[in-house]
């Protein structure tokens, strides 16, 4: 059994920075792509960052690109989303999801295991 949980959600001030983080367990980590996705209210859920198996290559939203980055830590089974330059735009839930596959997909159904999601307010 797969078990992704995230952290580090809350209430930030446009302009602030934030960092979630995400452990996926039940399996080797190193085996599973891993992608950040977010969802505001009444819109569908969408691709935020993505990061390789081994960390070498990541992919992101044109949306966050130059203000996100995306890393894990294969040691610790940990996956990050650091997010600065915040905007009131960025306000959604924002998911963690693991990929058995070997490409970063920016489709949600192409991941096998999601967390529960963590709050992010960005307030202006």
């Known amino acids: 059994q797969v078990q992704v949980v995230e952290s580090g959600g809350g209430l930030v001030q446009v302009g602030g920075s934030l960092k979630l983080s995400c452990t996926a367990s039940?399996?080797?980590?190193?085996?599973?792509?891993m992608g950040w996705f977010r969802q505001a209210p009444g819109k569908q859920r969408e691709f935020v960052a993505g990061?390789?198996?081994?960390?070498?290559?990541?992919y992101y939203a044109d949306s966050v690109k130059g203000r996100f980055t995306i890393s894990r830590d294969n040691a610790i089974n940990k996956v990050y989303l650091q997010m600065n330059s915040l905007k009131p735009e960025d306000t959604a839930v924002y998911y963690c999801?693991?990929?058995?596959?070997?490409?970063?997909?920016?489709?949600?159904?192409?991941?096998?295991?999601w967390g529960q999601g963590t709050q992010v307010t960005v307030s202006s």
């Open positions: 999801a693991a990929d058995s596959t070997v490409f970063i997909s920016a489709i949600p159904s192409a991941y096998d295991y």
């Open positions: 039940g399996r080797t980590f190193s085996s599973f792509v």
């Open positions: 990061v390789s198996r081994g960390g070498d290559n990541t």
